[in-house]
């Protein structure tokens, strides 16, 4: 078995001044959202809110792997391949216009196993 940890740090709340936006339009765009959903190979494994890391268990071999929320907006799709026994890690968060990200994990957001 191999496995996925994707882990989401605590953001600061912004806004690009591209979104000058109606307030209402606004509130319903970037609203708090409590948890992102992660689909791997276009089926939903779980959720991840602020601050949490999850680890997901998979087969070895090619995988599609990203975060959407409200059903819309969508990261972009990751292509990842994982061998026996292989662990890799992503940082998910959003960019300043409201849009998940997500991405392989450098050496300085590393997760320690627990």
């Known amino acids: 078995m ?7 740090p605590k953001q600061p709340w912004s806004v ?4 000058v936006l109606p307030t209402a339009l606004l509130f319903r765009l970037f609203r708090f959202h409590p948890s992102y ?7 939903p494994v779980g959720k991840i809110g602020s601050e949490q890391v999850r680890v ?3 087969e070895p071999g090619e995988h599609r792997l990203h975060i959407r ?9 990751l292509q990842i391949s994982l061998k026996e026994g292989e662990e890799r890690q ?10 998940p990200t ?5 050496p300085e957001d590393v997760v320690s196993p627990n």
């Open 2 to 8: 191999s496995a996925i940890r994707i882990l989401r």
């Open 16 to 19: 690009s001044p591209a979104t």
């Open 37 to 43: 959903t992660v689909v791997l190979d276009d089926h």
């Open 56 to 58: 997901f268990e998979v």
């Open 69 to 77: 929320f409200v059903e819309v907006r969508s990261s972009k799709e």
């Open 90 to 99: 992503f940082v998910c968060g959003s960019n300043g216009m409201g849009w």
């Open 102 to 106: 997500l991405r392989e994990a450098s």
